[in-house]
């Protein structure tokens, strides 16, 4: 078997304030293949930008810093190498697509010269030849006029332009990794349509990796290969797509299926049944498994003991009630 192209092991990122120590991403592993796609999902706050900003190594420091963990991406240890050498990597190999395109482009530069910013620096392109790329990105992302549009400001354009925008600047070096971070938050529903088979189509043809990042169902089961489900900084469950929807086994996975409008039983439902009380405080978690005061599932031990993450078929569920169900009716 090959290596995966992103093997993340046990990864710790942890934030230090006056207030004490957070760890918003606690022992962490994933891998992503050659050519895939990997959704993570849950809550605002379970860890999921900060994983993705953890393997972009964009951690703001302070009070950020990652204490422990692998990120290898192609064989190489990317939290051993050099400052210098990972923004050689950044833009190029590995790119990142930001939630928010307002924040991610300067409003005092027009959007092809920020564009041909990464092919200036990368791929050491003349101005005339970044330029020149900027447009046929432009294009490729379907902005109309992209001739005329790369001489605009973020401002002259509406909020799905300026996230293809986004977009155009994350693939124009032809990453093997994209790491998109809810690249359709706040945009419409035709426009997050078109953002998503853009994507696809986008993956097919360059053969890129992707990591989607989202809290939307609707887009994990359109668009992923495979899911990871994280919550308070914790990996709960780890699946391919098609078998976490058919047949999810983490008790708090089951409850984000059961919110999904027009979704199995939701069908026809006036009112959607919803996961009750609130993500712990990162500052103070309780003793055993993080879900505990919202599961309908908990037992004595659950208090006592945080759950590994248990292997059933080819899926990964850190719960023990689920794990010796499934365990007693393979047998």
Do not use: W
């Amino acid at each position: 078997m090959s290596e995966p192209l992103l093997r993340v092991s046990n990864l710790v990122t942890a934030f230090h304030t006056d207030e004490g120590s957070v760890r918003a991403v606690d022992d962490v592993s994933f891998e992503v293949a050659d050519g895939q796609t990997l959704g993570i999902v849950g809550e605002s706050g379970c860890g999921k930008s900060v994983t993705s900003l953890s393997v972009m190594r964009l951690v703001p420091d302070p009070p950020g810093v990652i204490e422990q963990g692998r990120i290898e991406f192609q064989g190489r240890d990317l939290l051993k190498l050099s400052e210098r050498e990972m923004r050689s990597l950044r833009g190029h190999r590995i790119s990142m697509i930001f939630q928010e395109p307002m924040t991610s482009l300067n409003p005092v530069h027009r959007v092809g010269k920020q564009i041909g910013e990464s092919l200036r620096v990368h791929k050491g392109l003349s101005g005339a030849a970044a330029r020149k790329r900027a447009i046929e990105l432009l294009d490729l992302v379907g902005i109309p006029s992209p001739d005329e549009r790369v001489d605009s400001y973020p401002h002259e354009m509406s909020g799905g332009m300026r996230q293809r925008v986004v977009i155009a600047m994350a693939l124009a070096c032809e990453p093997t990794l994209l790491i998109a971070d809810e690249p359709t938050t706040a945009l419409d529903v035709t426009i997050q349509a078109q953002i998503l088979e853009l994507l696809r189509r986008l993956k097919d043809e360059m053969g890129m990796s992707i990591i989607f990042i989202t809290h939307d169902l609707g887009v994990v089961a359109e668009l992923t290969d495979d899911v990871l489900v994280m919550y308070a900084g914790k990996v709960v469950e780890r699946a391919p797509t098609a078998r976490l929807f058919a047949d999810p086994l983490h008790p708090y996975t089951r409850g984000l299926l059961r919110s999904v409008p027009g979704f199995g039983d939701n069908v026809g439902k006036k009112r959607l049944p919803t996961i009750e009380g609130m993500v712990p405080d990162l500052r103070d978690l309780p003793r055993g498994c993080r879900f505990q005061d919202r599961c309908d599932l908990v037992e004595a031990r659950c208090r006592e003991a945080e759950p590994p993450l248990f292997a059933i078929d080819e899926r990964e569920v850190a719960c023990f009630v689920v794990a010796d169900r499934r365990g007693e009716e393979e047998e």
